[in-house]
């Protein structure tokens, strides 16, 4: 994402020079893809090439990850869904394009089908993630979305970091595009989120009241040198560092292009609904860190093909009710940015057709090939 302000903001300050109207939050998106090799569906290493041959190109807008089998695109930080659908198509073709340039392809996969070993970029911080976390490391092919909704003061993000964590569940279940690891079935829909539970930073976290309490907690985590640096806080959704919003981080990235204007536009609507509230001095729920993760585990296992857990009543019910009780919930918001319709649309489509596990299993079905899983995730991904 290009950043709207400078990175100033999060010493708690109201960011100036706004206009402070409902609806008019931009949204932007971060998505990771594997690198994979065009016959065989294999990940490959060579993301060093894909951005050196991206660098010569205006606006690609491509960045390297972990791994040199991965790439990361960044959305244009946009105030219309409609915008942002375009741009997130727009980060897809430049990168389908930049892989070709070095003889690969690019696929919207959580993690690889196939075994893969994978090859970390050789930077300074990477190398030292790899030195101090082993194999935790190693093995962390893995490809997410993360949404970056703005917010208006470091204070407002809290206490929508606060309210929201029961909800983001049901944001997994919707993107959940990872049932494979290394040649086999996983048996969860999203093993990416299993596979980045390994680090000791990541999940849900307590809920902080004050934009000061976070960041002395972010300040300890660090201290304890167990974390690099302050971008290892790896909270299912956090303050982000570089821009003044919200970084929702629990979804795998999305094998469908309308999947992660889905996420996007329901990520913005659940932090608008939270800073109401929080503007309107309604209760804060108070849900335990216990079972915040109890349902991100039981979206991961199951996605939309099984029960979710209740945001509100922490109890068990079908996937499809869960979704429509977060539509519910978002449902003024929704309608204050003009969504509504097309967030009906989108969802009913990933309903209806399944999320990316579902495309991943269907495919493995129809050949016994994971080669032809990635082949056709590759073709949906350079679509769109």
């Known amino acids: 994402m290009v950043p709207v302000t400078t990175p100033s903001w999060l010493n708690g300050d109201p960011i100036c020079g706004q206009v402070r109207t409902v609806g008019s939050r931009s949204v932007g998106v971060e998505e990771e893809f594997l690198l994979v090799e065009p016959e065989t569906g294999r990940p490959k290493a060579v993301a060093g090439t894909v951005l050196q041959t991206a660098g010569q190109v205006a606006g690609s807008d491509l960045e390297a990850e972990l791994q040199q089998q991965q790439l990361e695109t960044n959305s244009r930080p946009c105030q219309s869904l409609d915008d942002l659908h375009r741009d997130v ?12 340039r070095a003889g690969a392809r690019v696929a919207a996969l959580g993690t690889s089908p196939v075994f893969v070993d994978p090859r970390p970029v050789r930077t300074s911080r990477y190398q030292r993630m790899a030195e101090e976390f082993g194999l935790t490391a190693h093995e962390q092919l893995t490809c997410g979305c993360h949404v970056h909704v703005e917010i208006f003061s470091a204070d407002e993000g809290v206490a929508v970091l606060d309210r929201a964590g029961p909800w983001l569940a049901t ?13 086999l079935d996983s048996s969860y829909a999203s093993f990416r989120y299993q596979v980045w539970g390994r680090w000791p930073c990541s999940g849900p976290a307590e809920p902080f009241v004050t934009a000061q309490a976070y960041r002395q907690t972010v300040r300890q985590m660090v201290a304890t040198g167990t974390l690099i640096d302050p971008g290892m806080v790896y909270f299912n959704a956090r303050l982000s560092e570089r821009y003044p919003t919200i970084e929702i981080r629990i979804a795998d990235v999305c094998l469908r292009a309308d999947d992660t204007a889905l996420i996007a536009a329901l990520a913005r609507a659940l932090v608008e609904t939270e800073a109401t509230a929080t503007r309107e001095a309604r209760a804060a729920p108070r849900v335990r860190t216990e079972l915040l993760r109890l349902a991100a585990w039981r979206a991961s296992r199951s996605g939309l093909d099984g029960a979710l857990l209740n945001p509100v009543t922490g109890q068990p019910e079908q ?9 519910d919930h978002c449902r003024d918001a929704l309608a204050d940015a003009g969504d509504t319709g097309a967030v009906a649309e989108l969802m009913a489509a990933v309903l209806t057709q399944g999320n990316g596990a579902s495309f991943q299993r269907a495919a493995y079905r129809r050949s016994g090939r994971l080669s032809d899983v990635i082949r056709d995730a590759t073709v949906v991904t350079e679509v769109g």
């Open 89 to 100: 198509r727009r980060c897809r073709a430049s990168a389908a394009a930049a892989a070709g």
């Open 171 to 183: 944001l997994l279940a919707l993107s959940a595009n990872s049932p494979f690891w290394q040649g």
């Open 319 to 327: 996937a499809a009710t869960v979704v429509h009780m977060l539509l």
